[in-house]
C-alpha cells in the first residue's frame, strides 16, 4: 500500500510539474508573440542621424530628402529620389523591429523613392510612455499597408509602381496585405519576401522548438504553440484565423511578380511553408538560400542586392 501510495504521488508531482512547464511557457509564447521582449525603440537621436546617413548616400545609393506625413493615424516616412525614380519601395519591417532597423534597407533599391512605417506607431508609444499597442502578428498590421498603399495611389503612384519588401513578420504581414489588394484591384508592381511565419500558431511551436529538438517537443510543442498562440490572440483582440498566410491566400493565384528568398535551414519560417506559398504566384523566382531568414544578404553578399535590382528592373520597365 505505501509503495502504491509513493508512487501515485510521485506521478501527480509529474504531472504537477509538466503542467506547471507548459503554463510557464505558454504565458512565455503568448508575451513574445504580442509584445516582443527584445524590441526597445531607438532614441530619436540615433533615428535622426540614421536618416541623414541615409539622406546623405554612398557611391552606390544616390540618397535623397526625407519628409514625413501623417495617413491616418501612421507616420509614412518617405525618401524622394533627386532624380526620376521607377517607382516607390515600401520595407516592411519585422517582429522585433520598426522603421528604424529596416530602413538600411532602402540602399537596395537606388533607382527607387523609399516609404517606411511603424505599424500601429508602436515605436511612438513605448517613446511616450503610453500604452503600447500589442503585436497582432499581421491580422492589424496588414490593414496599415493597405492603407498606405491607397495612400499612395491618391497622391500619384499607381500599383503597377509600388513594390513591398518584407523579411521575417514583415514578409507574413506583406503577403496577408497582398491578398486584400489583389481581391479589391490590380496586382502592385512586385514583392519581395524573406522567411514569412505561416501563422501566429505555426510561429508559436517554432518559438517553443528553437534551434535544437528535445525529446519533449513532440509532444509539448503543438500544444504549447496552440495556447500560446490563442493567449496572444486574446491579448491582441483578433482572431488566429487572420494570421493564416495558407488560409489568407487560398486556391487563389497572386498575380503581382514576387521574388523570395528561402532560408532552407530556417527552423522559424519553415521551408515546406515556403514553398507552398511561393507556389501560388503566376510569376516568382525563389532563391534558395542554406541558412535561417534575416541571414539570406549576408550569405549571399553582393548577389542579394544584384538579386533585387534585376527583379526590379524586370518588374518596372
Not at 45 to 62: C, I, M, N, S, W
Not at 241 to 266: H, I, K, M, Y
Request: glycine letters at 10%; a positive charge.
Amino acid at each position: 500500500m505505501k509503495i502504491c501510495k509513493a508512487i501515485a504521488l510521485s506521478a501527480a508531482t509529474g504531472l504537477l510539474g509538466i503542467a506547471s512547464f507548459v503554463g510557464w511557457k505558454t504565458r512565455a509564447v503568448a508575451w513574445e508573440l504580442t509584445d516582443p521582449p527584445f524590441y526597445h525603440p531607438q532614441p530619436l537621436e540615433r533615428v535622426q542621424q540614421t536618416y541623414a546617413e541615409l539622406a546623405k548616400g554612398d557611391g552606390a545609393d544616390p540618397g535623397g530628402t526625407w519628409h514625413s506625413e501623417d495617413v491616418e493615424e501612421l507616420q509614412l516616412w518617405a525618401l524622394q529620389r533627386a532624380q526620376p525614380a521607377k517607382g516607390t519601395v515600401l520595407l516592411l519591417h519585422g517582429f522585433g523591429d520598426d522603421r528604424w532597423g529596416t530602413s538600411p534597407a532602402l540602399k537596395w533599391f537606388p533607382t527607387l523613392h523609399a516609404g517606411i512605417f511603424t505599424y500601429l506607431r508602436r515605436d511612438d508609444a513605448m517613446r511616450s510612455g503610453g500604452r503600447t499597442p500589442f503585436v497582432t502578428f499581421g491580422a492589424r498590421e496588414s490593414e496599415n499597408i493597405v492603407k498606405i498603399v491607397h495612400h499612395l495611389e491618391a497622391t500619384g503612384t499607381p500599383r503597377s509602381q509600388i513594390i513591398l519588401m518584407g523579411r521575417s513578420l514583415g514578409a507574413s504581414v506583406g503577403l496577408l496585405a497582398l491578398t486584400k489588394l489583389e481581391a479589391e484591384g490590380p496586382p502592385l508592381g512586385g514583392f519581395i519576401w524573406e522567411g514569412a511565419p505561416g501563422s501566429s500558431r505555426d510561429f508559436g511551436e517554432c518559438l517553443v522548438r528553437g534551434g535544437k529538438d528535445r525529446f519533449w517537443h513532440p509532444i509539448l510543442a503543438p500544444v504549447i504553440g496552440d495556447l500560446g498562440s490563442r493567449w496572444a490572440a486574446k491579448r491582441g483582440q483578433y482572431q488566429r484565423e487572420e494570421t493564416d498566410l495558407q488560409r489568407a491566400v487560398g486556391n487563389r493565384r497572386l498575380a503581382t511578380p514576387s521574388l523570395c528568398f528561402l532560408a532552407t535551414q530556417d527552423r522559424l519560417a519553415p521551408p515546406a511553408v515556403q514553398r507552398a506559398l511561393a507556389s501560388r504566384f503566376y510569376r516568382i523566382q525563389v532563391v534558395e538560400v542554406p541558412t535561417w531568414h534575416l541571414h539570406c544578404a549576408e550569405v549571399l553578399g553582393p548577389d542579394y542586392s544584384k538579386a533585387i535590382q534585376e527583379s526590379v528592373s524586370a518588374w518596372l520597365k
